[in-house]
């Protein structure tokens, strides 16, 4: 899906062209060309399901069963279309951060998760190792 968005890693998304309320909007009512997957451009504007990103859902798991050479049954359908509307819910909160804080303050808050978790990594190494 990444390379599909032309990203390497989340914060990435910030930079992609993603599709616009009057896009999604004209596809519903039929005036607007239907979503592709070169670029692929969600609407990430919202968390909600809407038209545009089950369309391009629909592209990307026939684009996956053909890279793959193979077809999924019904279950496996659901189960890609779970993950792919929950990857894209993780980019849209990615998204979203970016319009609410700047690009600063984004990175110190990264870097204050990072110093969270590797604090957090170190307490448990030291807890669990072995005693003499």
Known sequence: MNHLMNIKQDKDVFDIETATREEIEGFKEGTKDPPTLDPMGPFIQTSSRNSWNESLCELFIEQFQAEQGMNLTTEESEEIKDMFHARLGRLTR??????????????EREKISKQLARRNRQRLDVSQSPTS
């Open 94 to 107: 990615k998204w979203q951060e970016d319009k609410k804080y700047s690009r600063r303050q984004v990175w």
